[in-house]
């Protein structure tokens, strides 16, 4: 898996290796537990591995994170012939909210969301992906234009408030300003993506298809190469608009696989919701920035500062 660091630790007292033991009392014990994730505000993610090299992710979520992705590795993806990566059991979620969830590891080199033909493998697989889903599943957070509005409000208020405790540097302060005032721009323009989602189809969210979310895998079979999409951690995920997950795929395919189910939906349309998903998507980036504890530090900083000139580009390419 494409992460920044591991550490190795001895699986005998460690939790994951523990849980994991008790689910599946017949299976090999892990002889290694590798860190790939831990410490607030990130979800522990680690990785078991047994002595033959299997390898077994668990997660440690908690609240309606932990709810959903089980919900959709469970329940969702395996109905609609998605079985990668698979479900292998989790908990019941403790009085605290945290429960352990565990699925098989994904494997491949990560998305390029630059890459023509990574774009073209994600929109097939996430075409396929809606075409599928033809119920509504129940327990699933709204991802309606209604929930990045919100998260558009608070970040706006977060930023505000750093702005009146007067503790801020003099790039700090530029850069709050200069966003707040991007996020100002957009309050005003809210109406116009509202409008533009509500004429299109409302279906499973990802919530996160960036680069360390999907995995492609491509092998030889006769004359031509097969690629495989792989998609991990669905803790974002939601049940709304598809705008956000457009943002990044090619939309030709995407459209080709779907226009049975959607007939109406023009070329011109679904190019305007992967717009409206680009801003959407840098609300939730601003969300993301301004989750972590404590001061703002350089990256955020040039993080907000990347964020700002985003929301610029699409206003100015909307002529808002």
Not at 112 to 141: F, M, S, V, Y
Not at 167 to 184: D, V
Not at 249 to 262: A, E, G, K, N
Request: charged residues 25%.
């Amino acid at each position: 898996m494409c992460l920044e660091w591991i550490k190795v630790v001895a699986p005998t007292h460690h939790l994951a290796s523990r849980v994991w033991e008790a689910l599946n009392p017949d299976a090999e014990s892990p002889e290694s537990v590798e860190v790939l994730q831990e410490g607030h505000p990130l979800r522990p993610v680690y990785r078991l591995v047994d002595g033959s090299g299997r390898a077994v992710i668990a997660k440690c979520l908690v609240g309606a994170s932990g709810a959903t992705e089980r919900n959709v590795y469970e329940h969702i993806l395996p109905r609609v012939g998605i079985r990668q990566p698979a479900f292998l059991g989790g908990t019941r979620a403790e009085p605290d909210g945290s429960q352990w969830i565990f699925v098989t590891e994904a494997s491949g080199r990560a998305y390029n969301e630059g890459d023509q033909k990574d774009r073209i493998a994600l929109a097939t697989w996430l075409g396929t992906l809606h075409t599928g889903i033809t119920w509504e599943p129940p327990n699933l957070p709204d991802k309606s234009p209604k929930h990045y509005r919100s998260l558009l409000h608070n970040a706006t208020r977060s930023l505000e408030n750093r702005i009146a405790q007067q503790q801020t540097s003099t790039r700090e302060s530029r850069a709050i300003g200069a966003l707040l005032a991007q996020c100002a721009r957009l309050e005003s323009r809210w109406s116009v993506l509202e409008d533009h989602c509500s004429a299109g189809p409302r279906t499973l969210v990802h919530g996160d298809l960036v680069a360390h979310n999907v995995f492609i895998r491509e092998r030889s079979s006769t004359d031509e190469v097969v690629t495989n999409v792989v998609v991990i951690d669905w803790e974002k995920a939601g049940w709304g608009s598809p705008a956000e997950d457009l943002s990044g795929v090619d939309l030709d395919t995407y459209r080709q696989l779907v226009v049975d189910r959607w007939p109406r939906l023009e070329r011109e349309w679904w190019r305007s919701l992967a717009e409206v998903g680009r801003f959407f998507r840098s609300v939730v980036f601003v969300a993301w920035v301004l989750s972590r504890p404590g001061d703002l530090d350089e990256s955020a900083v040039s993080n907000l500062e990347l964020a700002t000139s985003w929301l610029d580009e699409l206003s100015n390419r909307q002529g808002w």
